[in-house]
């Protein structure tokens, strides 16, 4: 899938990275903010539009049945779509959703992106759809890092539903659940930091009270 924001082009910094916070007003119409187009690929790749669409009501119905005629047959052709997704007019993200391994070799794939994406510098955000197979993960986590893109990882059933430690939780780093996508082990890498500093903060009350303690003892 790829995705265009309407805002000016020097709204993307030169690494087509957007500032860390944009605010729009709440009665902003998204169809003002956002356009889109969607690949679908297996044996080969198919554009649904020729260019950005407008999220209508008609669009996302016609998005939704084009994406429902997609068939698991066949190879896996990623290549020919990243190739078509990066080609878009106006284009400045795309989303890579894949579930099983590329049908060319993945350094292939890497190298032809590189260099067609060394103008535009387009990220690349991929998401690993229930695959378990380690080279295809690998490959997607070295797309999004080498565009400038997030890495995301969905596994079975629970896809996106990885239990997060609470607070009071006592587990230990090799009990926690292990998160692949980059977004979620930003949010883990947080979490550790904040029980330490909450351990912290327990600690330095305990020996102010020890010490108040023994203040009132002496008296």
Request: aromatic letters at 8%; hydrophobic letters at 30%.
């Amino acid at each position: 899938m790829t995705c265009k924001s309407k805002k000016k082009k020097n709204y993307y910094k030169k690494s087509f990275r957007p500032p860390a916070r944009t605010f729009f007003r709440h009665e902003t119409p998204i169809s003002l903010i956002i356009r889109f187009n969607i690949v679908r690929f297996s044996s080969e790749a198919v554009t649904w539009h020729e260019r950005l669409v407008e999220p209508t009501e008609a669009a996302c119905q016609s998005a939704v049945e084009f994406i429902s005629q997609l068939k698991a047959e066949g190879g896996t052709d990623t290549l020919q779509a990243l190739e078509l997704s990066l080609k878009i007019p106006e284009v400045s993200a795309v989303y890579l959703v894949m579930n099983g391994k590329p049908e060319r070799s993945t350094r292939a794939v890497l190298e032809t992106v590189n260099r067609l994406n060394s103008d535009c510098q387009i990220p690349v955000h991929t998401v690993s759809f229930d695959c378990s197979d380690d080279v295809t993960n690998k490959f997607l986590k070295q797309l999004a890092h080498q565009t400038h893109g997030r890495f995301h990882r969905c596994v079975g059933e629970n896809c996106g539903r990885k239990r997060l430690p609470d607070s009071s939780s006592q587990e230990t780093s090799s009990e926690r659940p292990v998160f692949e996508g980059d977004d979620l082990q930003g949010l883990a890498r947080e979490i550790q930091k904040a029980k330490q500093f909450l351990a912290a903060s327990k600690s330095y009350r305990d020996l102010l009270l020890q010490g108040k303690q023994k203040g009132e003892s002496k008296q």
